[in-house]
Nanobody
Framework: QVQLVESGGGLVQAGGSLRLSCVASGRTFISYSMAWFRQAPGKEREFVAAISWGGSTTTYADSVKGRFTISRDNAKETVYLQMNSLNPVATANYYC????????????????WGQGPQVTVSS
């Protein structure tokens, strides 16, 4: 399995922006579709965005469309999540995930997970 290490979490004011990064190691990064999920306190983990191995296909949760952007740099073995116009509802732990299958919102398909840094949006 690929190992995933995220960075970029922290505290931001409502309306602000934040970019998360996830660096992969251990396996061929280009073989994996990547995704971001999040889990707010007391709630179930939910899908945020996913991207295919080559970056040509992306999919987003309706709640983040137009505000969040997922991208990847295969040369750096890194996937990013750019988050704009943040609101307090976005407060959660954000998890990077990898699957050898195509990009999907189904969490059970993902085999590797990062540690889930905290993102806090203050009002």
């Amino acid at each position: 399995q690929v190992q995933l290490v995220e960075s970029g979490g922290g505290l931001v004011q409502a309306g602000g922006s934040l970019r998360l990064s996830c660096v992969a190691s251990g396996r061929t990064f280009i073989s994996y579709s990547m995704a971001w999920f999040r889990q707010a306190p007391g709630k179930e983990r939910e899908f945020v965005a996913a991207i295919s191995w080559g970056g040509s296909t992306t999919t987003y949760a309706d709640s983040v469309k137009g505000r969040f952007t997922i991208s990847r740099d295969n040369a750096k073995e890194t996937v990013y999540l750019q988050m704009n116009s943040l609101n307090p509802v976005a407060t959660a732990n954000y998890y990077c995930a990898a699957t050898p299958s195509g990009p999907t919102a189904q969490a059970s398909v993902y085999q590797s997970w990062g540690q889930g840094p905290q993102v806090t949006v203050s009002s």
